[in-house]
């Protein structure tokens, strides 16, 4: 697999460089630029070409879903991981509609950010489970008829299921007993019977089934 190319957004200067230096030393991951604001994000994005924007929301002249609300039209292949320390509901779901793949908090641990980055890089959403937790209560879709949810298997649920507690696709393998990659063939299956296109939007249906 090639390097994941992450391009930082963090106006703290110590965990800018704490974040360049966990990656660098990663095998797999790629630092394209680290930058202490968003002013130049376009520019940015264009030249150093990201796989992952790792980004903070509260900083200076345009906070973080500003300038997600900038990137996602013009570069809608570039995903976005959220690494803050809000957890308050506005934030969050302002976040997400504005187009964020990820939320984690800061006080994640580097293993789970790094494995973040490898499961949005690999078409996942990864959220901290107080975060999937409040996306799961709080967000608003149509729910699914009851016919939907009626094909997913048991253990395309059961996936369902670890999914609403925040578990990653690596710890959903190990809970289940079976490989990454059957977890994310049940994850393109639940997809597909749910008519959906993202984790978010499968767990919104789960919970209003």
Known sequence: MEDIRVLIYEDN??????LCFMLESTEGFLVAGAYEDCTGILRQVREHGPDVL????????????????????????VNILMLTVFDD???????????????????????????????????????????????????????AHVEEIARLTAREL????????????????????????????HVKRIYEKLQVHSVTEALAKFHKR
Do not use: W
């Not at 200067?13 to 704490?18: K, P, Q, V």
């Not at 509260?58 to 013009?74: C, Q, R, T, Y």
């Open 89 to 143: 509901d506005e934030r969050v779901f302002e976040a997400i509609k504005a187009g964020a793949t990820g939320y984690l908090l800061k006080k994640a641990p580097p293993g789970r950010i790094l494995e973040a980055l490898t499961e949005i890089y690999e078409g996942g959403a990864p959220m901290s489970p107080a975060i999937a937790r409040k996306v799961i209560l709080n967000l608003h879709t149509t729910p």
């Open 158 to 185: 059961e996936i369902l299921q670890l999914l609403s507690e925040g578990k990653s696709m690596k710890m959903i393998a190990d809970s289940c007993f079976i490989a990454v990659h059957t977890v994310r063939t």
């Open 54 to 77: 790792l980004m903070d929301i509260d900083m200076p002249h345009l906070s973080g879903i500003e300038a997600i609300k900038l990137v996602k039209p013009k570069f809608p292949q």
């Open 13 to 18: 200067r110590s965990l800018r460089e704490a």
